[in-house]
């Protein structure tokens, strides 16, 4: 199962907003529902923001939205904030009965 | 509180054995499904197995043939049994918690145990 594939660095201003791409097959992104995305910050775990491609948990703010279309699933962060900046990862059930992570994105706030 | 400690990480050398233990609080493990997901040092997350409310299992192929997956009920503890270990299984492994009705919905996680393979 091959990696999805994810903007390699994405970057932007205080108060803009950003969207990262995340293109994958109709054996995973294309077929299913169930695309989430993860924050990471350095030296930490990961952190769920969105599951079900636009569903937000509790306590992750609504300046994150997900969307997707076809084969590809996008994340939007609106109001960039300093906090925002790490890694961020989308992932996505397969027709395997498995898991694909995409090859995740450095989120730069300028 | 909803805790989840990974422990059993280390330095193995190449063709080695280790067994990785994540010791769950505040919910029951063997009512939920149980991932681990691994990442290699500077690289992206990879997910490498998980089991079932079940017990049924299943691998990345990756690591299909070489890991094994249980847990032990009594102790609400999740294993993940790895063999002929190679370099590139060397990586930081975290235990999730995927949600049986949301599919790739990992939450939450643990604070991850390293595992080098190396001579």
């Known amino acids: 199962q091959s990696a999805l594939t994810q903007p390699a660095s994405v970057s932007g201003s205080p108060g803009q907003s950003i969207t990262i791409s995340c293109t994958g097959t109709s054996s995973d992104v294309g077929g299913y529902n169930y695309v989430s995305w993860y924050q990471q910050h350095p030296g930490k775990a990961p952190k769920l923001m969105i599951y079900?491609?636009?569903n937000r948990p509790s306590g992750v703010s609504n300046r994150f939205s997900g969307s997707k279309s076809g084969n590809t699933a996008s994340l939007t962060i609106s109001g960039l904030q300093a906090e925002d900046e790490g890694d961020y990862y989308c992932s996505s059930y397969t027709s395997s009965r498995s898991c694909v992570f995409g090859t995740g994105t450095k989120v730069t706030v300028l | 509180e909803v805790q989840l400690v990974e422990s059993g990480g280390g330095v193995v050398q190449p063709g080695g054995s280790l067994r990785l233990s994540c010791a769950v609080s505040g919910f029951t493990v063997s009512s939920n499904y149980m991932s681990w997901v691994r990442q290699a040092p500077g690289k992206g997350l990879e997910w490498a197995s998980v089991?079932?409310?079940?017990?049924?299992?299943y691998y990345a192929d990756s690591v299909k043939g070489r890991f094994t997956i249980s847990r032990d009920n009594s102790k609400n503890t999740l294993y993940l049994q790895m063999n002929s270990l190679r370099a590139e299984d060397t990586a930081v492994y975290y235990c999730?918690?995927?949600?049986?009705?949301?599919?790739?919905?990992?939450?939450?996680w643990g604070q991850g145990t390293l595992v080098t393979v190396s001579s």
């Open positions: 089991i079932n409310s079940d017990g049924s299992t």
């Open positions: 999730v918690r995927e949600s049986s009705s949301s599919w790739s919905k990992f939450d939450p």
């Open positions: 079900d491609v636009s």
